[in-house]
Structure formats: structure tokens, C-alpha cells
């Protein structure tokens, strides 16, 4: 079964738009951490955030935002009035930590290929 | 501070050769990921090293992957023999702790790009 799930492979906005990319996620365990990463061209991911479970406090920097809602397992990203360097495949994944583990692999959605047209 | 280094970026090979790729992580970080992201796919995770220790390599295909990470720091990953579908980037990432622990991210370097023909 899909741990993290990205429904939107592909999305184009004009720039200055605001664009939401959504995340659903799956896991039975209390605690686990959910990330954000941005993929440009060059191919390195680039870590944007990471969120823990028992925090549910929306975040925002600049004009990244991020929607954490345990009741939908939802972690949404919101990019305000966008540009043409978002552009980029962003990828968000989950990581459990079950008591006593030392086990921290990400799993990661499919990604979504986000591009801000001039 | 100098990021994740990987090595080749690109290496095309004939299915059945064989490959290897070399990870440098951050210095100082512990562990260090290998993972194989497919066109159009995630990245996902193909072995985990803790200093020198394998602490999950699950996903790893045994018969023809293997990974190593003497003395803690670089780390080396080969196949053999390739096959068509293992074509892919294959990522290399690091980090001073399991990610999920406070405070720690895993940072990514840019990737191996493997072509099987």
C-alpha cells in the first residue's frame, strides 16, 4: 500500500499565481515525521520542511505555507504568488519512528511536477 | 559546508556489466541512505547505513546489489549483473541523525544516472 500519496502528478500556473499541492498519507504509528522536498533539474532534492505528529501548527515561510491536518492525514503545500523558479518536482514523505526504532527511512509520493509559466 | 558528493553523474552500461557508485557524505554525519528513484517515481530508500552497519537494507535486491561503508564515512554501491529495469537515478543521502529524530533532515547529493542498454 502507498504510505504517501500525491494525486496531482502535474500542475501549471501562470506565475503569480497561488498554487496548493496536496499530500495524503497512511501510517498507524503515534509518532512519525512528515517532510517536504523540492527536486529542480539538477536533480538533488532539497529539503523545505519536516512537520512531527503531535505538532499540528500550520507553518509559513516566505511564501511557503504548509497545512498539517491529522484528521485527514493531509500535509498540504501552498506556494502564494509563484514563480517561474518553483518550478520543479516537489516530492513529500513520511518517515516513521516507532518506539525504540533507530529506523528512519523516508517514504516518498510520486511527486508532483509543479511549473510557473511567465 | 560541503554537501552530499556523488560520483559518476551519468554512466551508461550494457545489461549484464557491471557498475559501481561512490557516496561522500557530510562529514560528520552517521548515516548515510542509498536510494533509487525511477523515472517519474519517488525515491526509494535501497539501504541504510548507521556508521558502518547496515540498519535496513530490506528493500535492497540481494542477488545482484550491494553496498558497503568501511571505515563509516564513503560508501560504495554496485550491481551486478544490471538488468534494463534498473535503470534509474540513484541518490545518495545523508544525515547526523535517523531522519524523523529533532532536529535532522536527510541532505541529498545530485544523484547517479544509470542507463541499462
Known amino acids: 500500500a502507498q504510505k504517501v500519496t500525491q494525486a496531482q502528478t502535474e500542475i501549471s500556473v501562470v506565475e503569480k499565481e497561488d498554487v496548493t499541492l496536496d499530500c495524503v498519507y497512511e501510517t498507524r504509528d503515534t509518532t512519525y515525521y512528515l517532510f517536504w522536498y523540492k527536486q529542480p533539474p539538477s536533480g538533488e532534492l532539497v529539503f523545505l520542511i519536516r512537520r512531527n505528529s503531535f505538532d499540528e501548527q500550520n507553518e509559513i515561510s516566505g511564501r511557503y505555507s504548509w497545512n498539517f491536518q491529522k484528521s485527514t492525514s493531509s500535509f498540504n503545500f501552498t506556494i502564494t504568488a509563484s514563480q517561474v523558479v518553483d518550478s520543479a518536482v516537489y516530492f513529500c514523505a513520511l518517515s516513521e519512528a516507532p518506539r525504540g526504532s533507530t529506523l528512519g527511512r523516508l517514504y516518498f509520493g510520486r511527486g508532483t511536477q509543479l511549473t510557473v509559466w511567465p | 559546508e560541503a554537501g552530499v558528493a556523488q560520483s559518476p553523474r551519468y554512466k551508461i552500461i550494457e545489461k549484464r556489466q557491471s557498475v559501481a557508485f561512490w557516496c561522500n557524505p557530510i562529514s560528520g554525519h552517521a548515516t548515510l541512505y542509498w536510494y533509487q528513484q525511477i523515472l517519474g517515481q519517488g525515491p526509494k530508500l535501497l539501504i541504510q547505513?548507521?556508521?558502518?552497519?547496515?540498519?535496513?537494507d530490506s528493500q535492497l535486491p540481494k542477488d545482484r546489489f550491494s553496498a558497503e561503508r568501511l571505515k563509516g564515512v564513503d560508501s560504495t554501491l554496485k550491481i551486478q549483473p544490471a538488468k534494463l529495469e534498473d535503470s534509474a537515478v540513484y541518490l545518495c543521502?545523508?544525515?547526523?541523525?535517523?531522519?524523523?529524530?529533532?532536529?535532522?533532515?536527510?541532505?541529498f547529493g545530485q544523484g547517479t544516472r544509470l542507463t541499462v542498454v
Open positions: 543521502a545523508s544525515s547526523s541523525r535517523p531522519p524523523g529524530f529533532q532536529n535532522t533532515e536527510a541532505f
Open positions: 547505513f548507521q556508521n558502518n552497519g547496515v540498519v535496513d
